[in-house]
């Protein structure tokens, strides 16, 4: 693996169960095998790495939405995709270890507005991409009436994140994340997948 992945793998493991604010560039360099002067010429600074974990997370999920099927089948594999992730980090982890990009989202907000802005970008894009699948899901007929895409899509996310809060703060397993977020879409789609 080449220096720059692992530092950025590296971050995005210990920012998912320590924090961004308590990891520090030692504690970075020390867990991806570098020196300082080599995390420094791949980022000059921590919220840069953070960008590029946030771009790193980002790529896995956009890469797991990539599915075919019926306009209602692709919402529904929307619920698939975080359920594997976050089961990927329940297996790795022994627990969930919440969203990278809502563990960041509450942690920087308020602190790092250029982080908070890329972060927020990451969330844009998804819900614009969750926004076009249920228009294509609305087109063919699928949506219950008076159901609106756009509203629809800003649910989902929503849905997303809190079911994955949820699920981080009181210990309960990734599977609830796919019940809770199957309903939702369930309750707005005329037939379930």
Known sequence: MQTRDRIV???ARLFLT???QSVGIADLCTAADVRKGSFYHFFPSKADLAKAVVDLHAGELERR???DGSPAERL???????????TGFEKRFGRVVGC???NLAAELSTTDDELR???AGVFARWEARLADACRAAADAGALHDGVTPATLAHMILAQIQGLILLAKVSGAPA???TAGLRAMITTNVREAA
């Open 18 to 20: 320590r924090s961004y």
């Open 117 to 119: 802005a890329h972060v």
């Open 9 to 11: 793998r590296s971050a």
């Open 65 to 67: 939405l990539a599915a």
């Open 175 to 177: 599977a609830e994340i």
């Open 76 to 86: 529904f594999a929307v619920a698939d995709a975080v359920t594997q992730i976050q």
């Open 100 to 102: 990278p990009f809502g």
